[in-house]
Nanobody, 124 residues
Framework: QVQLVESGGGLVQAGGSLRLSCAAS????????MGWFRQAPGKEREFVAA????????YYADSVKGRFTISRDNTNNRVYLQMSSLKPEDTAVYYC?????????????????WGQGTQVTVSS
């Protein structure tokens, strides 16, 4: 079992930045890809970014490419999402998740441990 706790969310103006952190406990995550997803009010949860187990391959949704950066610290069992040039449409609850395999995926069904989420609100 892996427990995930996200932090770093909050209220920010459009154009601003936030850095989300995901702390894993209970088991090492170093052998697995990690992902960030988000869910806006009234919408389905969607893929944001993923990173493979070694941290050298990353994937991004087109909507965040060039603005968000995913990274990981396997020594400290953490994953990060640096978000810049935030837009009101980035407002959502952001979740981190552990993939079943090392390589990373944009498909929600590939992930089997999820955090409780952290709220990000971007004002215009």
């Amino acid at each position: 079992q892996v427990q995930l706790v996200e932090s770093g969310g909050g209220l920010v103006q459009a154009g601003g930045s936030l850095r989300l952190s995901c702390a894993a406990s209970g088991r090492t995550i170093k052998n697995y890809a990690m992902g960030w997803f988000r869910q806006a009010p009234g919408k389905e949860r969607e893929f944001v970014a993923a990173i493979n187990w070694t941290g050298d391959i990353t994937y991004y949704a087109d909507s965040v490419k060039g603005r968000f950066t995913i990274s990981r610290d396997n020594t400290n069992n953490r994953v990060y999402l640096q978000m810049s040039s935030l837009k009101p449409e980035d407002t959502a609850v952001y979740y981190c998740a552990v993939d079943r395999v090392p390589y990373g995926s944009a498909h929600e069904r590939e992930y089997h441990y999820w955090g409780q989420g952290t709220q990000v609100t971007v004002s215009s």
